[in-house]
């Protein structure tokens, strides 16, 4: 066995030690033993190791009275933690720091800003990540790492963005940009990957947890397939790129690939504000805006906000109804923009999925709205940097 090999074994026992008690305060080290299958010396060894680092603490059990009593492990979960950053919003810059646990310590969002390049947004979100932890009074040795949520496509072979709804990230390395400005260890990937992994961790029922599906409505729309329990990627990255599909307005051009009829651009915010306005409008010309206007009338009843949700409810149904053809989940999630208007659609929804359904009638397809997606994306991004994370190497 090589030493690569024995490197690998230990960082992987390491992890399947902290996974474990991740969430359960009290365990004794013969636990830990049982619930990962490691040996007793494995386990005692690597959270000696872990207690020298300051990851783990282990205090004496209080329920043993007399004789050698038993120490139990504490994961010091509140000492470490995953800065997130939410880059999907033209402009705007999403950051949140969390434990261990997922809660939050501080949470972000600047005004929108024009940056003139890529290396000017990140030079912004580190001073903004500098001046938090210091009111914090949170070392950066404390930081596990960045974890990157962007509305695109990490493209694995280039280890560039692509069809990126941001225009100055389309293209760049970055990955590469944010480790050279942060110093740590990053994660960048789609929001709808960090959001179904987390859903499938945090949301899903056992039983339902190997095909789930998340899809994002914002900017764009995404999708993250994890089907027989693996997460679809493809062979770029690219896999479940499903927004530019043409099942939307034939009349509508999509503004990334330029092609007329993507669900896309039907279904994103600019495709709401589209049909209820009667014009394409960015940022800049007050989407947002026109967007809250539409949730209030959505909310209302008001007419013509309802034909706007009758006709993307029906889109939304065939996009469904492919990914249910495509992948028979267990489980949808929808998330992003929609949560506040998900009750008005949902009728047109499930009656369009109904009808091409292939599965046994008797079997429900479970539909469910993500209230809080940004809460979500948060949480994928901890997931991902923890598996990344090697702890005898963290600085206490
Ligand atoms: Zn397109």
Avoid at 36 to 57: A, Q, R
Avoid at 209 to 222: A, F, M, R, S, W
Wanted: aromatic share 10%; glycine share 8%; net charge negative.
């Amino acid at each position: 066995m090589s030493i690569n090999d024995i490197i690998d074994i230990k960082q992987k026992n390491v992890k399947d030690i902290i996974r474990c008690v991740r969430f359960n305060d009290g365990l004794t080290k013969k636990q830990i033993a049982e619930k990962t299958g490691l040996s007793f010396s494995t386990v005692s060894n690597i959270c000696n190791e872990l207690k020298e680092k300051g990851v783990i603490t282990d205090k004496n059990d209080g329920n043993y009275s007399v004789g050698r009593t038993p120490k139990v492990i504490n994961l010091a979960y509140n000492k470490f933690f995953v800065l997130c950053l939410d880059l999907q919003l033209e402009g705007i810059i999403k950051m949140a720091l969390l434990d261990l646990r997922n809660n939050i310590i501080f949470q972000y969002e600047n005004d929108n800003v024009d940056f003139a390049d890529v290396y000017e947004l990140v030079n912004f979100a580190y001073s903004g990540f500098q001046t938090y932890i210091k009111s914090h009074d949170i070392s950066e040795d404390h930081i596990v790492g960045v974890g990157v949520a962007i509305s695109g496509v990490f493209d694995r072979k280039e280890g560039k963005i692509g069809s990126c709804m941001v225009p100055i990230l389309e293209g760049q390395p970055l990955k590469k940009i944010i480790s050279d400005v942060f110093h740590l260890p990053v994660y960048v990937d789609n929001e709808s990957n960090l959001s179904v992994l987390a859903a499938q961790l945090y949301k899903a029922k056992d039983d339902y947890k190997d095909n789930v599906i998340y899809l994002y409505i914002g900017e764009g729309v995404g999708v993250g397939v994890i089907s027989d329990g693996t997460l679809i990627r493809g062979e770029n990255g690219y896999g479940t790129e499903i927004g530019h599909i043409p099942i939307g307005n034939m009349n509508y051009q999509c503004r990334t690939c330029h092609s007329y009829g993507c669900v896309e651009t039907d279904l994103s915010i600019y495709g709401f504000v589209k049909k209820y306005t009667g014009r394409f409008m960015g940022r800049k010309e007050g989407v947002v805006k026109e967007w809250n206007n539409f949730i209030c009338d959505v909310l209302d009843n008001k007419p013509e906000a309802m034909n706007v949700i009758q006709e993307n409810g029906i889109i939304l149904g065939q996009l469904v109804s492919i990914l249910v053809n495509l992948f028979d989940p267990a489980l949808i999630y929808m998330g992003g923009v929609i949560a506040p208007i998900y009750d008005k659609l949902y009728p047109f929804i499930i009656d369009e999925v109904k009808k091409r359904l292939l599965i046994p009638n008797d079997r429900e397809i479970m539909i469910e709205c993500d209230e809080n997606s940004d809460y979500t994306i948060f949480k994928g991004s901890v997931e991902r940097l923890l598996n990344m994370w090697d702890p005898l190497f963290a600085i206490t």
